[in-house]
């Protein structure tokens, strides 16, 4: 149940409902604040060596070899369609699981620290649409006012990849 929902409801009645509460990596790209839901979140790995592979879109920087295992890599910022920036000692690569996907790698800025937000303080995102994809599900608030946008991990796909 989100923020949007709860509008209906009668105030003497919200505290006895109950708060769904999820942890969120929160990451950096840029000025802006992003956070990755926890249980999507493998690890997360100092930038190493990333082997390019030709004829990929640009947003897919390469593969790495992590303990045996050969992982795609993205770039979070181009897979957003903004612009990219040089690595430095800060950016990582979170190592994600997905349903769609499996496992992959993105590449952030940095890597900020662990927070939980519940559902009263999330409010849902219709209209953030980048390139055809909403990018963001939702934006949580921060007991200091900060926002955090929540990334919908189901539209970092590789579906756009040439077959050769």
Do not use: C, W
Not at 116 to 130: F, G, K, Q, S
């Amino acid at each position: 149940m989100d923020a949007n929902s709860l509008k209906n409801i009668p105030a003497r009645d919200i505290d006895k409902i109950p708060a769904e509460v999820n942890q969120y990596i929160v990451v950096g790209l840029g000025n802006e604040q992003y956070g990755i839901d926890i249980r999507y979140v493998d690890n997360i790995v100092r930038m190493q060596r990333i082997t390019r592979v030709p004829k990929m879109p640009n947003y897919l920087i390469g593969i790495i070899n992590l303990r045996g295992e050969v992982l795609p890599v993205i770039s979070l910022r181009l897979k957003m369609g903004l612009a990219s920036a040089e690595y430095s000692k800060s950016t990582r690569i979170i190592i994600l699981k997905t349903e769609q996907e499996g496992t992959l790698g993105v590449i952030v800025d940095r890597v900020q620290e662990v927070v939980t937000l519940d559902n009263l303080h999330m409010d849902a995102v219709d209209d953030l649409e980048l390139e055809g994809k909403n990018f963001v599900v939702s934006v949580g608030k921060r007991d200091n006012g900060d926002l955090i946008s929540v990334l919908d991990l189901n539209t970092i796909s590789l579906d756009d990849i040439v077959q050769s």
